[in-house]
């Protein structure tokens, strides 16, 4: 069955920086886009960015522009999201996503916190 699961989360400082990883299984990895969401406290769930099947295609949220990067591993099933010059308005459960067949398949989320 398909699986989403995401690591990498953690508490960091303002100004820091985290790699988020997605690892994938039970569908072809390679032939489907995915994204990474995030989801703050009291706040709708809200798209990061999203990577093409082979990474020529990408796009960003305004809010993360040039400090956020996704990238994929088609050879690894996993795709990524480096997060630097965190902010404390960063902070949420980030989501890794893919649509397959209609249906939207989520993981399980990874928590990050950014705090002094």
């Known amino acids: 069955q398909v699986q989403l699961v995401e690591s990498g989360g953690g508490l960091v400082q303002p100004g820091g920086s985290l790699r988020l990883s997605c690892a994938a299984s039970?569908?072809?990895?390679?032939?489907?886009?995915m994204s990474w969401y995030r989801q703050a406290p009291g706040k709708e769930r809200e798209l990061v960015a999203v990577?093409?099947?082979?990474?020529?295609?990408?796009n960003y949220a305004d809010s993360v522009k040039g400090r956020f990067t996704i990238s994929r591993d088609n050879a690894k099933n996993t795709v990524y999201l480096q997060m630097n010059s965190l902010k404390p308005e960063d902070t949420a459960v980030y989501y890794c996503?893919?649509?397959?067949?209609?249906?939207?398949?989520w993981g399980q989320g990874t928590q990050v916190t950014v705090s002094s």
């Open positions: 039970g569908f072809t990895f390679s032939s489907y886009t």
């Open positions: 990577i093409g099947r082979t990474g020529a295609y990408i």
């Open positions: 996503n893919c649509n397959i067949g209609g249906a939207s398949r």
